[in-house]
């Protein structure tokens, strides 16, 4: 009897302490998206190029002429205001030129670009979502359960009256 009793009452809290869950859950996501591109490239170039070429030319002339040249006739006597024979022939050429032309060139050149891009962007992107979600739960005992759960709730109540009147009555014959 006493085994009979404690099968029934671990059987009733196994049974008792599971409760059922009924779950349910749905969900719905729209998500829309619009896009609208607009894009624009502006390119402009500008070449700008100047050549400047300078010639300097140095024209350096020297003008030399050196020849003198006097006969003198010694058949004479000397004259006495000036100590010398008398000029019979006097030739005196001085003529010299010397040219030297120094000529430089020089070029320069300057090439100038400027190029200017523009990029514009206008683009727009409109996304909408919408998203709705529905979550049911149900949770408790059905019938049968409940009964099962106050069965094992006497069936305890009643071991414990069984073990406090055994543990009185073991008490009272050693007393």
């Known amino acids: ?4 009793m404690f099968i029934l ?3 009733s809290f196994l049974v008792s302490c599971k409760s059922p869950q009924k779950s349910v859950s749905s969900s ?7 896009a609208r591109n607009d894009v624009s490239l502006t390119e402009n170039i500008r070449l700008s190029e100047l050549t400047d070429q300078i010639i ?3 024209v350096s002339e020297r003008l030399n002429v050196g020849v003198k040249q006097i006969k003198y006739d010694t058949d004479k006597p000397v004259n006495k205001e000036t100590g010398r024979h008398p000029v019979v022939e006097e030739i005196e050429i001085g003529i010299s030129k010397e040219t030297e032309v120094y000529e430089t060139d020089s070029i320069r050149q300057k090439i100038e670009g400027i190029s200017t891009v523009e990029l514009t962007d206008q683009s727009a992107t409109n996304t909408k979502i919408k998203a709705e979600i529905r979550e049911e739960k149900e949770t408790g005992l059905k019938n049968w359960q409940k009964v099962l759960a106050i069965i094992g709730g006497l069936a305890v109540f009643g071991f414990v009256v069984f073990m406090i009147i055994k543990i009185m009555g073991i008490t009272r014959k050693y007393n």
Do not use: A
């Open 9 to 11: 009452l671990i059987s």
């Open 56 to 58: 300097q030319r140095l």
């Open 28 to 34: 719905k996501i729209d998500q829309e998206t619009s």
């Open 1 to 4: 009897m006493r085994l009979l």
